[in-house]
């Protein structure tokens, strides 16, 4: 079963199938273009689906991340990358994705 991140709306769509829907990303719920994301999407790739977050400063929250041991979520607020709704908001995505 794949799931699919609607960014417009939040709305989460499933099929058994990952070709239907990359032939037609569309969300059924508000029909704009939905994303692929699924149980091991990590929570950086999320962030950038969400469009909250540029590959630039991933990367760059992802060495100081590896040096330091924090949490990626701690590291991106104390870089001010993100602000705290946008991570909930983004943890709670993943949360969803994971509890299918
Ligand atoms: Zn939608």
């Not at 273009?33 to 909250?52: A, P, W």
């Not at 400063?57 to 924090?70: E, F, K, P, S, V």
């Not at 104390?78 to 983004?90: E, S, T, V």
């Amino acid at each position: 079963m794949y799931s699919f991140l609607c960014i417009n709306c939040g709305g989460i769509s499933y099929s058994s199938s990952s070709y239907d829907f990359l032939e037609s990303d569309i969300c059924p719920i508000c029909n704009k273009r939905v994303k692929f994301i699924s149980e091991d999407t990590k929570l950086g790739e999320v962030l950038m689906i969400l469009e909250y977050l540029e590959k630039y400063d991933l990367d760059r929250a992802l060495a100081i991340q590896t040096r330091h041991g924090n949490k990626l979520g701690e590291v991106l607020l104390l870089l001010n990358l993100i602000n705290q709704g946008q991570l909930n908001y983004a943890l709670n995505f993943q949360m969803k994705v994971r509890n299918l």
